[in-house]
């Protein structure tokens, strides 16, 4: 079989167009019939996902504490600057994880990113960029943390108590901007029916377009290297089958019995707080959307007993939670006849049991 395998056509690399600094086009031919859709889609998901970048992630303003906000003497709105800042085409040419970089300013006029002051860590790509432009001569002071990331950073990740007075920004860390591939018909000799597979790429310029290629096919290797152990894997379970220690029928009156004991101390537990069981279930069987599931679980509320003891006007108070979501949360815990301020006596006592119990399981 192996042999039939080996016999498939490897593809060599037989022209690189660099269409200017940031953007290339790969060919590779000659591919077996249908292998240029394979690979190409599988480098082009990873390219635009995986690949690690660096980006702006939070911004600190002297005298400003929110995005919606305004400056005096800048002719773009606070919501304007961030949107212009966080694509700087920016990278960190050491090991570290983050910078600093800063603007400050009394001049007017327009500000772009060679005003930026950053140490010799930091490389910015296009000294030009736009950032803002300052129409009196004000003093502005700011401050922005430039991490190095993979695929996107929402802001409602970010621990809001430590990062008070700071803006923080969703980020796509990739510096991918576009991937294109296309598959075209090629031959060897009498075989005309193979393919050629043409990968155009085009980054911002913070890492070259054919070294983003050997990181997505090196992203792709590792993944699929686990099913070469597959062996491995097989021995290892027959050799658990076969240890003569480990009889079959009785572990399974083992975990039987487990799984009775684990049910009974459950039960013991509803009845000794005489609770709604209901409550020690998670918020995932509320049937709620994606969006209002994770503003919950980012504010650590993860069981129905836990969500209907807040007040409903509190969970307003959680970040990205607007009244479509509460509403929706609400007519969920109507149907199973519960409601918001909710007072469950002893909760904390009783849901530390229930975690211990959980926890031997």
């Not at 994770?294 to 009244?323: A, P, R, T, W």
Request: glycine fraction near 4%; charge should be positive; hydrophobic fraction near 40%.
């Amino acid at each position: 079989m192996f042999k039939l395998i080996n016999s498939f056509l490897k593809p060599n690399i037989v022209n690189i167009e660099k269409v200017n600094k940031f953007h290339s086009k790969i060919t590779l031919e000659p591919m077996e019939k249908g292998f240029g859709n394979t690979i190409g889609n599988s480098l082009r998901r990873i390219l635009l996902s995986s690949i690690p970048g660096y980006k702006i992630t939070e911004v600190e303003i002297d005298g400003v504490y929110h995005e919606y906000g305004v400056i005096n003497g800048i002719r773009e709105d606070i919501l304007e600057i961030i949107l212009n800042i966080k694509n700087i085409p920016i990278k960190i040419i050491n090991d570290f994880d983050f910078e600093y970089i800063n603007i400050k300013n009394v001049k007017s006029g327009i500000i772009k990113s060679k005003d930026i002051l950053c140490n010799d860590n930091i490389i910015i790509i296009d000294p030009n960029y736009y950032l803002f432009t300052i129409n009196d001569n004000i003093f502005i002071n700011m401050k922005m943390k430039v991490q190095k990331g993979i695929g996107y950073l929402y802001n409602s990740s970010y621990d809001k108590k430590n990062n008070l007075g700071k803006i923080l920004i969703d980020t796509h860390f990739s510096p991918i901007n576009k991937v294109l591939y296309y598959v075209e018909n090629t031959r060897i000799n009498n075989k005309i029916d193979l393919d050629k597979l043409i990968i155009e790429i085009e980054t911002n310029g913070t890492i070259e377009a054919e070294e983003s290629i050997k990181i997505a096919a090196n992203i792709l290797i590792n993944q699929l290297n686990i099913f070469l152990d597959l062996n491995k894997f097989n021995n290892n379970f027959n050799n658990i089958n076969n240890n003569k220690s480990l009889n079959k029928e009785v572990i399974s009156n083992e975990i039987k019995d487990f799984n009775k004991n684990f049910f009974i101390e459950l039960i013991e537990l509803y009845k000794e707080f005489n609770v709604n069981p209901i409550f020690f279930k998670k918020i995932n069987n509320l049937n709620l959307t994606v969006r209002s599931l994770n503003c919950l679980k980012n504010d650590n509320i993860l069981y129905i007993g836990h969500l209907v003891q807040i007040k409903e006007q509190d969970l307003l108070k959680i970040s990205n939670l607007g009244k479509k979501s509460l509403i929706e949360i609400k007519n969920s815990l109507k149907n199973l006849n519960l409601k918001f301020d909710t007072y469950i006596k002893d909760w904390d006592k009783m849901f530390s049991s229930f975690l211990k119990i959980i926890n031997k399981k």
